[in-house]
């Protein structure tokens, strides 16, 4: 008995080849964010080289003195000591605040480009302004671990509210972020060929996520009232003073004391 034509025929599937940056790029990024959630090396041991309420308050006191300066000198030493600091850093930190700076500054003056034309807009000190304190919270965001900021605020006297939204809001990024990762890359090992789907794709992937934040935060929820939680943080590690600090410290004492005395 012989068998029949079709059966008989050599199948070969060859899928069509597809793009994959958009998905490749959006991992990547996942990947960036998860970076800075995750700790780094030994400053949850206390090996950090500044205490984070020393880090928090001086970025807050340079944003201050940097957009109240009138003085394109003043500007240029905030930028010499930035760069003093910026350059004592590990280079993928230097590169991540070097980026968002560039980027920033470039977003801002495409902005400002309509009223240099008019005449009342200061293009070059806006942007220096806008650069430099970028680069200084990116700086702080880049070298404090997310769960030393809670303490931080709290020994500045926040309030336990805006402490509860920041901490949940950090720690949740972090764990939706891990999730969203793996469906990422389960969608990339299971398409073959082309997807012609893409925004379908990626708009289930958004609604998968927004049903496991709803059911996470339910669960989160529900264990703060087992565990009795009052919403009341207390800061109790004990503020451990290096050399960095005190560096850091005069350092910032000298830019507010130069604030003052360069006026031109």
Do not use: H
């Not at 069509?16 to 960036?32: H, M, V, Y």
Request: contains cysteine.
């Amino acid at each position: 008995m012989s068998l029949p034509a079709w059966l008989q025929k050599d199948e070969r599937y060859v899928p069509r080849s597809d793009r994959e940056a958009f998905l490749d790029r959006s991992i990547l990024s996942f990947l960036g964010v998860l970076a800075l959630g995750r700790p780094r090396g030994g400053r949850e041991r206390g090996e950090g080289r500044s205490e984070p309420l020393v880090q928090v308050v001086s970025v807050f006191i340079v944003i201050l003195l940097v957009s109240m300066a009138r003085s394109p000198l003043f500007l240029a030493l905030a930028g010499a000591g930035l760069l003093v600091v910026l350059a004592l850093q590990p280079s993928a930190l230097i590169a991540a605040v070097a980026r968002t700076t560039l980027l920033v500054g470039a977003f801002t003056a495409v902005i400002l480009l309509p009223s240099v034309f008019l005449g009342r807009s200061n293009l070059l000190m806006v942007t220096a302004k806008v650069m430099l304190s970028v680069a200084s919270v990116q700086l702080v965001a880049g070298s404090v671990e997310w769960n030393a900021l809670s303490g931080a605020f709290k020994r500045l006297g926040a309030p336990d509210l805006f402490i509860l939204v920041l901490d949940i809001t950090l720690k949740y990024i972090t764990l939706l972020g891990e999730f969203a990762l793996s469906m990422l890359y389960a969608l990339k090992l299971r398409s073959v060929g082309r997807n012609d789907g893409k925004a379908a794709s990626l708009s289930a992937i958004a609604g998968t996520m927004f049903l496991k934040s709803k059911e996470m935060a339910e669960e989160m929820y529900s264990a703060m009232e087992c565990r009795g939680f009052t919403g009341t943080y207390r800061a109790a590690d004990r503020l451990r003073w290096r050399a960095g600090d005190l560096a850091l410290g005069a350092a910032v004492t000298a830019l507010a004391l130069a604030f003052f005395l360069v006026r031109v």
